[in-house]
């Protein structure tokens, strides 16, 4: 076995002021979005259009419903979106260790939803190992993909 070595930006870690949380949470949730557009792709939306029978009374408030149009923006927009998340992921993927990787891709991309003790087992890794390598490589993600949620200072005036 050789020498584990560190990476010099998880050092600096233990001294910011990061809520761990809710920065896991975040990076999760773009990791979810990501899984859910690699597996199934974009979903259009498309407009309805709906008859009714029945007179309505407008008011006058002068306002334009462009259903149309609303739906053709978001579609453009929401695919461009999806398209940006995946690359940047992809690129901050790289950038993590074979092993980071790897337990990124097994406990979060894969459709197969896998169990962390059976990842263990089959990457030959304890479970405390398992987790904190984990916790490191959401920690870089975060940071990498701008997802950190940062502590609010405590202020130390009593009023």
Known sequence: ?????KNNLQLTFNILPIDEKATRRAV???LETVRQYRQ???????????QAYV???????NAISKQTETIAV???DKEAELKEKDRLLSLAMERLSSVQREVIQRSYLDNEGEFDYISCGEMGV?????????KEAVSLLAMQLRL?????????MVL
């Open 1 to 5: 076995m050789g020498k584990r070595r």
């Open 28 to 30: 999760e949730e773009y």
């Open 40 to 50: 199934i792709g974009f979903v259009r939306r498309e407009a309805a259009v709906t």
């Open 55 to 61: 007179y309505r009374e407008h008011q006058t408030t």
């Open 74 to 76: 978001y579609n453009v």
């Open 126 to 134: 304890s479970d405390s190992t398992f987790r904190r390598i984990k």
């Open 148 to 156: 950190a949620k940062w502590d609010e200072p405590k202020s130390n």
